[in-house]
């Protein structure tokens, strides 16, 4: 089984993504580190400067096969040939709904059109693949017509995509065996999620002989976005036993890269490589996994399994066992009636509707256990901050770091991006922003605001803390601040 990545192609295509010639150049590397066998690597013939990134990366001399997509058009057949990629991937309108109102081309002309175009594709070059687009919505026996002459034609793979999402699993599994083995190609199909099916129609797909599935990381994409690469890889790898040759350790790494890139945040809840996917916060849960992790995961997928990390949240259905070895990984020792007094002060501020951070609860244990707050790693002293519509952010901050006093700046994409990067220079060693929330306590425009930051060391700890205050920029500072003070704590 192989990966196609098209997250550089379709991925791109989400509304408002636009990735720098460094950024797609860091992501390909990614991806090829991270195993996939093809990048798509974009649409050459579109412009100028999608060609010149295409072909930048098809210099990268990366392990993974580098893609280009065609229309039926020698002219982008030259300019993927131009790139030298290793793929080129030819489509053309099949569906009586598109063909008619997109191409404006009889049944008989696409079927000529897609022999001459393969036949062009392959005096040229080694490889080819081929996609009737808008498949599912294709009659079966037309699109079997289509396919048997791309194969004859010499296409080396033929990709049935679901390109507005409107397929069954069932539906997927039914055209896909009743396609593969009628062509002597490897069949890949590439489904939208528009109903939400993408990753479970790919997997029906292979169950029924696809050999190569199409993903982009963190299912961007047209409209619902793609197929989901960390999903699917993950239901072929875990649930079907399938070799997929992904590195799956570097799947969290992977999402995180596109998602910083391409400015969407991943929800909490999403399966794999969400924030949620491995934390527990239920009194039973905490207790199962505590015990054994198996009890309330999936077991056949662990954190570790794709560079996540367990973590124990605090909250209203939070329990003792939980409390207990939080307490614990910050050095506090309570005696059994010390712990229920933490617990009920904990689910006594979850009540009012409060997120309880880990420097909440430490705080609330150093008080039942009667134990002054110990010395701090750094305390900030100054922060100045430089802004404007026609300047770029700059942020000087002067603090204690260990009894020692150091004055540092850094720019950044605005104000707070300065400051927090300032504070990050102060460190010996880097701390990655997790998580950086923040929310008006109070209405108006002199708002006291509430930030929340979570930050993970080098070693893969993760704590949370917040600051409250009416300025954006000195609170985010001093959560910051706060969030780095319990690293250094442990």
């Not at 995509?161 to 190609?185: F, K, L, W, Y």
């Not at 790919?202 to 960390?230: F, K």
């Not at 605001?449 to 704590?463: F, L, N, P, S």
């Amino acid at each position: 089984m192989t990966v196609f990545d098209t997250t550089l192609r379709d991925g791109e295509q989400t509304p408002g993504v636009s990735f720098s010639t460094e950024q797609k150049h860091s992501i390909a590397a990614q991806l090829s580190a991270l195993g996939v066998h093809t990048i798509e690597a974009g649409f050459p013939a579109s412009s100028a400067g999608e060609r010149e990134s295409v072909r930048a990366i098809a210099a990268l001399d990366l392990d993974a096969e580098i893609c280009g997509l065609a229309r039926a058009l020698k002219s982008d057949v030259d300019a993927c040939l131009d790139c030298d990629v290793d793929l080129i991937h030819v489509f053309i309108p099949t569906s009586d709904i598109q063909r008619v109102h997109t191409i404006k081309k009889t049944r008989e002309e696409v079927l000529a059109s897609t022999s001459a175009i393969i036949e062009y594709v392959r005096e040229h070059h080694g490889q080819c693949m081929f996609s009737p687009m808008d498949a599912t919505r294709t009659e079966p026996a037309y699109l079997l017509e289509v396919c048997r002459a791309a194969a004859a034609a010499g296409a080396t793979i033929i990709n049935l995509p679901d390109t507005v999402g409107v397929a069954s699993p069932t539906s997927m599994a039914t055209m896909v065996r009743g396609i593969a083995p009628e062509v002597d190609a490897i069949i890949d199909v590439h489904c939208h999620n528009d109903f939400g099916l993408a990753v479970a129609n790919t997997t029906m797909a292979v169950e029924a002989g696809a050999r190569q599935v199409q993903v982009t990381v963190n299912g961007i994409g047209e409209r619902a976005g793609n197929a989901d690469l960390a999903q699917t890889v993950m239901v072929l790898e875990s649930i079907y036993g399938i070799k997929t040759g992904i590195k799956t350790e570097k799947i969290v790494e992977t999402s995180t890269l596109v998602s910083r890139y391409s400015g969407i945040p991943l929800p909490p809840m999403q399966p794999v490589v969400g924030e949620n996917a491995f934390s527990h916060e239920s009194g039973i849960h905490s207790q199962g996994v505590l015990a054994n992790s198996a009890t309330f995961e999936p077991g056949i997928m662990t954190p570790e399994m794709v560079g996540h990390r367990r973590r124990l949240m605090l909250g209203k259905h939070v329990g003792r066992h939980a409390v207990r070895q939080m307490l614990l990984d910050a050095h506090l020792e309570v005696t059994d009636q010390q712990l229920n007094l933490v617990v009920e002060k904990v689910k006594a501020i979850a009540d009012k509707g409060k997120r309880i951070t880990d420097s909440d609860l430490y705080a609330i244990g150093e008080g039942v256990l009667g134990i002054e707050e110990g010395p701090r790693a750094m305390d900030l002293a100054d922060i100045a901050i430089m802004t404007g519509n026609h300047m770029i952010p700059t942020a000087s901050v002067r603090a204690i770091w260990q009894g020692e006093e150091r004055v540092v700046s850094s720019v950044g994409n605005g104000p707070v991006d300065a400051a927090l990067n300032a504070i990050g220079k102060i460190l010996p060693a880097e701390v990655r922003l997790k998580d950086f929330r923040i929310e008006a306590i109070s209405g108006g425009s002199d708002a006291i605001c509430h930030v929340t930051i979570a930050v993970e060391d080098q070693k893969g700890r993760i704590v949370d803390a917040g600051a409250s205050g009416d300025d954006v920029v000195i609170t985010s500072t001093e959560a910051m601040v706060n969030a780095i003070n319990l690293l250094y704590r442990f």
